[in-house]
C-alpha cells in the first residue's frame, strides 16, 4: 500500500497495535536498505497529535497587527520533508482524533495535487518520497472526500490478545 498511495489511514481502537505498525515497518525498511542487493531507503518519521494545538500553530497564521507569517508545525515538518535532499523516505504521522477542523485542509496535499496550501497563499509541494499517516480510533468526524483519498489499514486489538501486554 506504501508503494500504491501517499495517504494511509491506520484506524483501531487503543491497543489494536497501530503505533507499532508503522514502527516496526519504518525499522524494518531501515534496517533493510543498509544491505547492499536492498532496493530499499532509510524512513524517517514525524508524529503530531494535531488535537494538542490550535489549527494556527498547526498550519501557519499571519499576525493580524503586524501581517507577519509565522510558520506551523506541520508546515515546517512538511516543507522539510519536502526539500530533503537525502532518498529516506519521509512519513508524516498525525497521531490523534480525525477532526473535521483540520482534515479538511488536507485534501490537496491527499488527492492529486500532492500540494499543503497555506493560509498565506504559499502552496508546498509533496516529494515522491513522502507519506502521510493518519492513527485513528475511528473515522466519525471525516468527510467521505477525506476516506476516499487514502488507503485503509483497519487492526483489531481482538487479534492481538494479550502475549503483547505481558
Not at 508503494?3 to 508503522?22: C, D, E, W
Request: hydrophobic share 40%; net charge negative; with cysteine.
Amino acid at each position: 500500500m506504501l508503494n500504491s498511495r501517499h495517504g494511509i489511514m491506520l484506524v483501531g481502537q487503543p491497543f489494536a497495535g497501530k503505533t507499532m505498525v508503522y514502527r516496526v515497518l519504518a525499522k524494518a525498511m531501515t534496517e533493510a536498505s543498509q544491505y547492499e542487493e536492498s532496493s530499499e531507503v532509510p524512513v524517517n518519521y514525524h508524529v503530531i497529535n494535531p488535537k494538542s494545538i490550535s489549527i494556527a500553530q498547526l498550519y501557519g497564521y499571519s499576525d493580524p497587527i503586524s501581517k507577519e507569517w509565522t510558520e506551523g508545525i506541520l508546515a515546517d515538518i512538511f516543507r522539510r520533508c519536502a526539500t530533503s535532499t537525502q532518498p529516506d523516505k519521509e512519513w508524516i504521522i498525525f497521531d490523534g482524533p480525525v477532526d473535521a477542523d483540520w482534515i479538511e485542509n488536507m485534501n490537496t496535499v491527499l488527492d492529486d495535487n500532492k500540494k499543503l496550501c497555506l493560509m498565506n497563499g504559499e502552496t508546498i509541494a509533496m516529494s515522491n518520497q513522502m507519506t502521510m499517516m493518519f492513527e485513528a480510533a475511528d473515522l466519525l468526524q471525516a468527510s467521505p472526500a477525506t476516506v476516499s483519498r487514502c488507503g485503509m489499514i483497519y487492526l483489531e486489538p481482538d487479534n492481538i490478545g494479550w502475549w503483547p501486554l505481558v
